[in-house]
Nanobody, 125 residues
Framework: QVQLVESGGGLVQPGGSLRLSCVVS????????MGWFRQAPGKEREGVSY????????YYEDSVKGRFTISRDNAKNTVYLQMNNLKPEDTAVYYC??????????????????WGQGTQVTVSS
């Protein structure tokens, strides 16, 4: 059974930090690129970050550059998103996704083969 399970979300004050994890099962991470996406109420799902299967390529949405860091540990079948200096506009459900084909447009939802169920991140004072 292929599964992606996100965790680490919660309620945090502006300026705080969270570390999201995505644990995968049913397939190997070795040849999959991984993306993090988020969806706020009333908004379309948008790309947040991406990491290539070989760890040599990363991308970030402009609003999170310098604040978020994506990483992966294939031995643990886990992808991470470290989120620092969180802002209220970061509030959303965060999803991880796996791409076996390595599409050039990382932010295109249609290229991903598997999706997790999401974890809620709320940034509020």
């Amino acid at each position: 059974q292929v599964q992606l399970v996100e965790s680490g979300g919660g309620l945090v004050q502006p300026g705080g930090s969270l570390r999201l994890s995505c644990v995968v099962s049913g397939f190997s991470l070795d040849y999959y690129s991984m993306g993090w996406f988020r969806q706020a109420p009333g908004k379309e799902r948008e790309g947040v970050s991406y990491i290539g299967s070989s760890n040599d390529i990363t991308y970030y949405e402009d609003s999170v550059k310098g604040r978020f860091t994506i990483s992966r540990d294939n031995a643990k079948n886990t992808v991470y998103l470290q989120m620092n200096n969180l802002k209220p506009e970061d509030t959303a459900v965060y999803y991880c996704a796996a791409d076996a084909w390595g599409g050039s447009d990382w932010y295109d939802l249609s290229i991903y083969d598997y999706w997790g169920q999401g974890t809620q991140v709320t940034v509020s004072s």
